[in-house]
């Protein structure tokens, strides 16, 4: 069975409708389901036929405003085909993403572990790892931030950041903080220099607002895949509470990696400073968890 048919089976269960029933609330959706009936519907329950792709994203957008996805039910299938998307992120993501991502191969045996870096003990060292890493693929001087204030930043509850470690060797980092929106917006504008977050800027765990990915890199694709699929997790399991996730890059390779994943563009300039071309990003968590790359690789 599909996954879309064991959404379509579980949300049923959870509403009390018969297969009619729900026809006939699809149908007042969209124009996509005009023409919908009960054996189409019983096709795609158990996996005899699939919806086309147009009619994929409207059901997902349906169970996401019906917060059907909220429930255990539906989180374990949605989680299920997020851990799918390793090995297609493996491949997409190739030297083309020369600052965001290495390319050096796994000499040394033995499995590298990920880490959220608020737990983990021998954290200090790793801090000053990401800083050297993010200092240098960005244009000299531009990049501010100091290992304590990065560590202020990722201790705060609402924040999620992650590496990836083989015995104390730093082999990638996904640094994602939660904003207020109108902050974001500040940022993605350059109307703000992203180094200048305060304690008052960020949310509280259970309030909503927008998650800043202010650092991405991995040592090779696999491990920045790994990063990825944790993020992707992380968001659909919190998705509540996350109007926005938004990007501000000063790098070329940050504006390619996001194409087709549901973030848009909103601001682009150069800095006259730095020299830098910058592209602010935002878009609705929604966007992001089904964009259409996402929904055709594991959906």
């Given at each position: 069975?599909?996954?879309?048919?064991?959404?379509?089976?579980?949300?049923?269960?959870?509403?009390?409708l018969t297969q009619k029933q729900l026809v006939e609330e699809l149908s007042k959706l969209s124009n996509d389901f005009k023409a919908l009936n009960t054996v189409t519907l019983s096709r795609w329950e158990t996996g005899t036929t699939s919806p086309a792709f147009n009619k994929k994203k409207s059901l997902l957008n349906f169970f996401t405003l019906k917060k059907c996805l909220s429930k255990d039910i539906?989180?374990?299938?949605?989680?299920?085909?997020?851990?799918?998307?390793?090995?297609?992120?493996?491949?997409?993501?190739?030297?083309?993403?020369?600052?965001?991502?290495?390319?050096?191969?796994?000499?040394?045996?033995?499995?590298?572990?990920?880490?959220?870096?608020?737990?983990?003990?021998?954290?200090?060292?790793?801090?000053?790892?990401?800083?050297?890493?993010?200092?240098?693929?960005?244009?000299?001087?531009?990049?501010?931030?100091?290992?304590?204030?990065?560590?202020?930043?990722?201790?705060?509850?609402?924040?999620?950041?992650?590496?990836?470690?083989?015995?104390?060797?730093?082999?990638?980092?996904?640094?994602?903080?939660?904003?207020?929106?109108?902050?974001?917006?500040?940022?993605?504008?350059?109307?703000?220099?992203?180094?200048?977050?305060?304690?008052?800027?960020?949310?509280?765990?259970?309030?909503?607002?927008?998650?800043?990915?202010?650092?991405?890199?991995?040592?090779?694709?696999?491990?920045?895949?790994?990063?990825?699929?944790?993020?992707?997790?992380?968001?659909?399991?919190?998705?509540?509470?996350?109007?926005?996730?938004?990007?501000?890059?000063?790098?070329?390779?940050?504006?390619?990696?996001?194409?087709?994943?549901?973030?848009?563009?909103?601001?682009?300039?150069?800095?006259?400073?730095?020299?830098?071309?910058?592209?602010?990003?935002?878009?609705?968590?929604?966007?992001?968890?089904?964009?259409?790359?996402?929904?055709?690789?594991?959906?």
């Open positions: 069975m599909n996954p879309i048919g064991k959404l379509l089976i579980a949300y049923r269960k959870l509403s009390n539906c989180q374990d299938i949605i989680k299920n085909q997020y851990k799918n998307l390793y090995e297609p992120l493996s491949k997409i993501f190739t030297k083309n993403y020369q600052y965001l991502i290495g390319n050096l191969p796994e000499h040394r045996t033995g499995k590298h572990s990920l880490y959220v870096l608020k737990d983990f003990n021998q954290k200090k060292e790793h801090f000053e790892h990401i800083i050297d890493i993010e200092t240098a693929t960005n244009s000299t001087n531009y990049y501010t931030l100091t290992s304590d204030h990065l560590e202020g930043w990722c201790e705060h509850p609402s924040s999620f950041c992650i590496i990836a470690e083989r015995k104390k060797q730093h082999l990638g980092h996904f640094i994602m903080v939660k904003i207020k929106n109108h902050i974001a917006e500040e940022i993605a504008h350059y109307r703000r220099s992203e180094f200048s977050l305060t304690k008052d800027d960020f949310c509280a765990l259970n309030e909503n607002g927008t998650y800043f990915v202010h650092a991405l890199y991995g040592r090779n694709p696999k491990i920045a895949a790994e990063l990825n699929v944790e993020i992707y997790l992380h968001l659909f399991e919190n998705m509540d509470y996350i109007d926005n996730l938004m990007i501000f890059s000063t790098r070329t390779d940050g504006v390619l990696l996001t194409k087709d994943y549901g973030i848009k563009v909103i601001a682009k300039g150069e800095d006259e400073h730095y020299g830098f071309k910058w592209h602010g990003m935002i878009s609705p968590i929604s966007d992001i968890l089904f964009s259409d790359t996402v929904v055709k690789l594991v959906f």
